[in-house]
């Protein structure tokens, strides 16, 4: 897959990135400000309260959160699909974004959404690959 790097520094800022617990089998640009962010009810980015949204007749519960620090959230788009499998994939970031809503199908947001645990492995990845230095205790114990 190949990945123009010049297309994040010409990517337009989104606010209002979305992410749903459900697949949708639509490619392309959707009016999210007309047909579902007018549904959503008390989301108050400052306190950090949970959203309520309904979204084809179900009940969401949500919350804005913040991409990490230290990373970017991205949009990306393939211009052409390829033809098989073995052909090369070319992309390009339209949008970045800092911050989103994440929203569950009836249940509150908590640590056991696949984002919260996400959020985890993350930490638990820069933990274990990050050096380890050798104490002076640690190398009067090796014999040569």
């Not at 337009?12 to 959503?40: L, M, Q, W």
């Not at 994939?89 to 947001?109: C, E, G, S």
């Amino acid at each position: 897959m190949n990945l123009e790097k010049l297309t994040l520094e010409s990517a337009r800022k989104d606010s209002s990135v979305h992410f749903f617990p459900c697949e949708i089998k639509y490619n392309g640009e959707a009016e999210v400000s007309r047909y579902f962010e007018t549904s959503i009810k008390k989301c108050k980015e400052d306190e950090k309260d949970t959203c309520t949204a309904v979204f084809r007749g179900r009940l969401l519960n949500g919350k804005i959160e913040n991409v990490p620090s230290g990373y970017t959230g991205i949009i990306m788009k393939e211009p052409r699909r390829p033809f098989s499998e073995e052909d090369e994939r070319n992309v390009t970031i339209t949008h970045n974004f800092d911050k989103f809503h994440y929203w569950n199908l009836d249940k509150k947001p908590s640590a056991d959404d696949r984002y919260s645990q996400m959020l985890d492995w993350i930490d638990l990845a820069k933990t274990l690959h990050s050096p380890v230095g050798i104490t002076d205790s640690q190398t009067s114990n090796v014999s040569i």
